[in-house]
């Protein structure tokens, strides 16, 4: 069969299993519900900032969850809906795609003349262009380059003395903790857990996007996908909304299957988007006899050395061992050896994924 030839037959094959399919929106996770899951942590959310808008004095907040928990969907939902309904301005910014503080005010300015400008000249350019009540979402703040480990943005906008409200989001706790005296002292952050979700939320996303996305559907198979995903990944949404995409795409394949792919992917998708540094850990993790997290420091230390990377110190690996547990990706489990407790690393996936990463990404 010629390449012509084996194209239209596999697009009539796609045509054909999508056909139970009427919106795929639905299946991308950028995709915002028209009506999210109500959760506590969401009316907490909203409180903090209707009490902002009334009285300009705001409450800044740290909302910490697992991968899959919600936190941006909830986020983005928000911003959309005060900017909406209220006299907030809500700005959002990812830290993963703009990781200093410089680059953020950037981007919030519209790249508007930053070359050869400092970070203050952005900054005064900032409070020039946003001087209403303004709340300032900042995603993934724990991926914020190490060249800006003070995290200055946040010491700005706490410092204001114009109303700025800051939300920042983070898969650890320890983000905290590396802030500076000064900047953690101003913005003193409201802590807010996400908790994961139960299988009856994960059931009620997934019977949200059956409703909006498809024709037809077996409630028995959202059940069954919301139970593997309670049980097996942490209750990670984007795995319970994969597997219900690949399960409508091949319905004659066992829904297990179709978790068990979804769950693959996810995790490849989030060891791909590591940042060097823990990459580079999970990979002396996934590569090294010892489990054990002293051994395998000594083993990151040698991988850092012959990429010509200054290797983190032990306290700031171990930070990061915790920060590639939160994303589910390996588990820390306390071990004791010759009377003294310690502690061993646990990969929750295939070693050989980051094998292969890594040697993509640094060989």
């Not at 009506?35 to 909203?46: F, L």
């Not at 400092?118 to 991926?143: A, C, G, P």
């Not at 114009?162 to 002292?185: C, E, F, G, W």
């Not at 919301?226 to 219900?244: E, F, G, H, Y």
Request: charged share 25%.
């Amino acid at each position: 069969m010629d390449i012509a030839s084996y194209l239209s037959k596999k697009r009539s094959s796609f045509d054909e299993k999508s056909g139970n399919i009427k919106d795929f929106v639905v299946f991308d996770y950028n995709y915002i519900p028209e009506k999210p899951v109500t959760r506590e942590e969401a009316k907490q959310i909203v409180n903090s900032m209707l009490q902002f808008e009334m009285s300009g004095i705001p409450t800044h907040m740290a909302i910490i969850g697992s991968r899959g928990s919600g936190k941006t969907m909830i986020l983005k939902y928000l911003k959309e809906l005060f900017q909406n309904e209220t006299g907030l301005d809500v700005l959002y910014v990812n830290c993963r795609h703009y990781n200093t503080s410089f680059k953020i005010f950037a981007y919030l300015l519209d790249n508007e003349n930053s070359a050869g400008a400092s970070l203050v000249d952005l900054y005064q350019r900032f409070m020039q262009q946003y001087k209403n009540k303004t709340v300032v979402i900042l995603d993934e703040v724990n991926l914020m380059s190490s060249k800006d480990k003070n995290r200055e943005i946040l010491y700005f906008l706490s410092r204001s003395e114009q109303p700025y409200m800051v939300i920042i989001l983070s898969n650890t706790p320890h983000v905290l903790k590396q802030l500076d005296p000064a900047t953690r002292s101003s913005l003193q952050p409201l802590p807010l857990h996400f908790k994961n979700y139960n299988a009856e939320q994960i059931y009620e996303i997934l019977q949200d996007r059956a409703q909006k996305g498809l024709h037809n559907w077996d409630d028995g198979h959202l059940s069954q996908i919301a139970a593997l995903t309670t049980q097996k990944t942490n209750s990670d949404a984007r795995v319970a909304i994969k597997t219900l995409y690949y399960k409508m795409m091949n319905p004659s394949d066992d829904t297990e299957k179709c978790f068990e792919d979804a769950r693959r992917d996810i995790v490849i998708d989030v060891v791909n988007d590591l940042a060097d540094a823990n990459l580079m850990i999970l990979w002396a993790a996934a590569t090294n006899k010892s489990d054990l997290v002293k051994d395998i420091y000594k083993r990151y230390c040698r991988f850092s050395q012959d990429h010509q990377i200054k290797p983190f110190s032990y306290m700031y690996f171990y930070t990061n061992l915790g920060y590639l547990q939160s994303v589910g990706l390996l588990a820390l489990v306390a071990t004791k050896i010759d009377r003294i407790y310690t502690n061993r690393v646990v990969l929750t996936f295939d070693k050989t994924v980051a094998e292969q990463i890594c040697k993509l990404r640094f060989e």
